[in-house]
């Protein structure tokens, strides 16, 4: 299962707007996101640095990249931009982060 993590980062102060605002996930971008693949997505947030951290679980036949070209996504990025540090299109700043360990039970050996 293919899975994307990546790091962004929260404006001062916006931590309960972030939550709120994801509380209230509009139901069109629920579904853009099911039907790019996305089989769970979480996002944590690190309330010293204000660093959220995201990871995704994809099917494997995923087309998550092809999400930024939705009028949905767009639109999202638009309402999320005052709250979180955000690139000349409204898209969040997003740092890929590199796996470096997992522990899968019955494995062999630790990645």
Known sequence: MPIKAL????????????????D???????TALTDAGIEEYR????PRSLHLFAIMYLSEEHTVDQLSALPVMQR????????MDS?????????????VFSFLPGEPTCK
Do not use: K
């Not at 209230?24 to 629920?30: K, N, T």
């Open 24 to 30: 209230e996930l509009w139901p069109e971008l629920a």
């Open 76 to 83: 999202w990025w638009t309402y999320m931009a005052d709250i």
């Open 43 to 46: 996002i944590f947030l690190d």
């Open 7 to 22: 790091r962004m980062t929260l404006h001062p102060g916006q931590e309960e707007e972030y939550q709120r605002r994801h």
């Open 87 to 99: 690139a000349a299109d409204n898209s969040p700043v997003s740092i890929p982060l590199e796996e």
